[in-house]
């Protein structure tokens, strides 16, 4: 219902000396409740003021504007009967008013007041949510979530995957993840990658078995294999070899644009290779 009182209705609820004047669906005002603010009078009982032929001129003629007319629901006095919801006269903001003066000029006043002191509040207005401003740690943070569950959706894992995502990481934010740790980067079990190099040195301190050796004995053993390309001998791993290294990006590339790739080794593999260098020295 379009009148001042039921466009203020949804914002706050209308008190005459603490008592709650209620609304229908359609912003109308309980006459009940008035009444109950006025005192309570048997003098001034709404069916009385109903039966007053004034009234009944005044809601004829509120019933003639267009405010009013269309459906039964949107009329200037409703009387709601039966069930355990809301029960009781509702009328208007114009009847609202006749109503207060037909019992005096001074209820009539403080409905006034009432309502003007309902329509100059402002409704509470509900504070902002505080916005924390993202870290630069924080930008990174989440870039490296979601570029390391796509490089795992591409079949990456482990060290490899790690670094496919800092890459992605690089681009996006400028920043790499691993630089700004200043960490080793380490294999799934917490330990050191080791090339064939450092193996051949954790082997034989004193005299270290060079990096050809050990990868020859890597492949012997069945660990890993070598295939020949355009870009030379490359090593791979066997099934058997994912079980103790990794193929980690080195971040360069070879003349034809693929990237070069090395196998590094958990410190697993040098309980593996040591045995069979023993038996070597001994046989010599």
């Given at each position: 219902?379009?009148?001042?009182?039921?466009?203020?209705?949804?914002?706050?609820?209308?008190?005459?000396?603490?008592?709650?004047?209620?609304?229908?669906?359609?912003?109308?005002?309980?006459?009940?409740?008035?009444?109950?603010?006025?005192?309570?009078?048997?003098?001034?009982?709404?069916?009385?003021?109903?039966?007053?032929?004034?009234?009944k001129d005044l809601v004829e003629a509120l019933r003639g504007v267009p405010l009013f007319s269309g459906t039964e629901q949107n009329q200037p006095l409703k009387v709601l009967q039966g069930g355990d919801g809301l029960q009781g006269t509702f009328v208007s903001e114009d009847l609202v008013y006749d109503y207060a003066m037909?019992?005096?000029?001074?209820?009539?006043?403080?409905?006034?007041?009432?309502?003007?002191?309902?329509?100059?509040?402002?409704?509470?207005?509900?504070?902002?949510?505080?916005?924390?401003?993202?870290?630069?740690?924080?930008?990174?943070?989440?870039?490296?979530?979601?570029?390391?569950?796509?490089?795992?959706?591409?079949?990456?894992?482990?060290?490899?995957?790690?670094?496919?995502?800092?890459?992605?990481?690089?681009?996006?934010?400028?920043?790499?993840?691993?630089?700004?740790?200043?960490?080793?980067?380490?294999?799934?079990?917490?330990?050191?990658?080791?090339?064939?190099?450092?193996?051949?040195?954790?082997?034989?301190?004193?005299?270290?078995?060079?990096?050809?050796?050990?990868?020859?004995?890597?492949?012997?053993?069945?660990?890993?294999?070598?295939?020949?390309?355009?870009?030379?001998?490359?090593?791979?791993?066997?099934?058997?070899?994912?079980?103790?290294?990794?193929?980690?990006?080195?971040?360069?590339?070879?003349?034809?644009?693929?990237?070069?790739?090395?196998?590094?080794?958990?410190?697993?593999?040098?309980?593996?290779?040591?045995?069979?260098?023993?038996?070597?020295?001994?046989?010599?």
């Open positions: 219902m379009a009148n001042n009182l039921a466009n203020n209705s949804n914002n706050s609820s209308l008190f005459i000396d603490d008592i709650l004047i209620r609304q229908d669906s359609e912003g109308r005002y309980c006459l009940n409740d008035l009444h109950k603010a006025a005192g309570g009078e048997k003098k001034h009982q709404p069916s009385d003021w109903l039966r007053n032929q004034q009234t037909w019992i005096s000029a001074e209820f009539k006043l403080k409905v006034i007041r009432a309502y003007r002191s309902l329509v100059e509040t402002p409704a509470p207005v509900q504070p902002a949510p505080v916005l924390h401003p993202m870290t630069e740690a924080d930008l990174v943070s989440n870039a490296v979530d979601n570029m390391i569950k796509i490089a795992n959706a591409f079949g990456f894992k482990g060290n490899q995957a790690l670094l496919m995502a800092d890459k992605g990481v690089k681009k996006l934010t400028g920043q790499s993840a691993i630089a700004l740790l200043e960490a080793p980067l380490i294999s799934s079990s917490k330990s050191i990658l080791l090339t064939p190099t450092d193996i051949g040195i954790q082997i034989n301190k004193d005299d270290p078995i060079g990096p050809k050796t050990i990868n020859k004995k890597l492949k012997e053993l069945g660990f890993q294999d070598s295939i020949s390309t355009s870009n030379g001998t490359v090593w791979v791993l066997t099934k058997k070899g994912e079980d103790f290294a990794e193929v980690l990006d080195v971040g360069k590339k070879h003349s034809d644009g693929t990237p070069i790739k090395q196998i590094k080794w958990r410190f697993d593999i040098v309980d593996e290779l040591i045995g069979h260098f023993v038996v070597m020295e001994d046989a010599a």
